[in-house]
């Protein structure tokens, strides 16, 4: 059975970086890529950064683009994002899931959700 599992997160001081783990423990890449997302309280989950498995496309939010970087270790089965000039508003819950078909930011087009971790950006 395909499980995402989120670490990473943490308390981290405006201005600092915090680099997120999803680990596919079991994961036969059969879903097009895998994506980010966030939740912060009292707000709709949104899209953050998105990886297909060939590493043909990579793409990211207007909001973290420039700041984060995602990517990805085949052999340990992990996608990363590194979070760099973290802000207050990047404070929410991350989770990581399969994506369905390419260049899609859509929540609907993701399934099997990780639990979440929490990040959060404050002085």
């Known amino acids: 059975q395909v499980q995402l599992a989120e670490s990473g997160g943490g308390l981290v001081l405006p201005g600092g970086s915090l680099r997120l783990s999803c680990v596919a423990s079991?994961?036969?890449?059969?879903?097009?890529?895998l994506g980010w997302f966030r939740q912060a309280p009292g707000k709709e989950r949104e899209f953050v950064a998105a990886?297909?498995?060939?590493?043909?496309?990579?793409y990211y939010s207007d909001a973290v683009k420039g700041r984060f970087t995602i990517s990805k270790d085949d052999r340990k089965k992990t996608v990363y994002l590194d979070m760099n000039s973290l802000r207050p508003e990047d404070t929410a819950v991350y989770y990581c899931?399969?994506?369905?078909?390419?260049?899609?930011?859509?929540?609907?087009?993701?399934?099997?959700w990780g639990r979440g971790t929490q990040v959060t950006v404050s002085s």
């Open positions: 990886i297909s498995w060939s590493n043909t496309d990579r």
């Open positions: 079991g994961h036969t890449f059969s879903s097009y890529g």
């Open positions: 899931a399969d994506q369905r078909r390419p260049w899609t930011t859509l929540g609907t087009d993701y399934y099997n």
